[in-house]
């Protein structure tokens, strides 16, 4: 009867070593996975952003949103004012304030 129970208790041993090593396989099988989905969102991201502020530029270089050639004003030579002659002291008016 001893034979029996030995068996018995190697049948649960090698049935707990099955579902150990299969529980494992799964959890690495789920890192696994966990670290690859990061990857994938940080390039699908980059790719993403890099595509946003292409598409930024493009649009306020070339599309819509550039300035139109016409409504920039060229830069025109600017008209001297005359010079006016500067007031001398003599040609000062008079304050009505007495100085001490």
Request: proline share 13%; hydrophobic share 35%.
């Amino acid at each position: 009867m001893a034979a029996r129970g030995r068996n018995r208790d190697d049948r649960a041993a090698q049935e707990r070593a099955r579902v150990y090593a299969a529980r494992r396989e799964y959890h690495e099988g789920l890192t696994r996975r966990r670290s690859r989905d990061n990857l994938i969102a940080a390039v699908g991201g980059g790719v993403l952003l890099i595509g946003l502020l292409a598409a930024q530029a493009a649009y306020f270089t070339a599309g819509p949103g550039a300035p139109d050639p016409a409504e920039t004003p060229a830069p025109t030579p600017s008209a001297t004012l005359p010079a006016s002659p500067t007031p001398s002291p003599s040609d000062a008016a008079p304050s009505s304030e007495p100085t001490p």
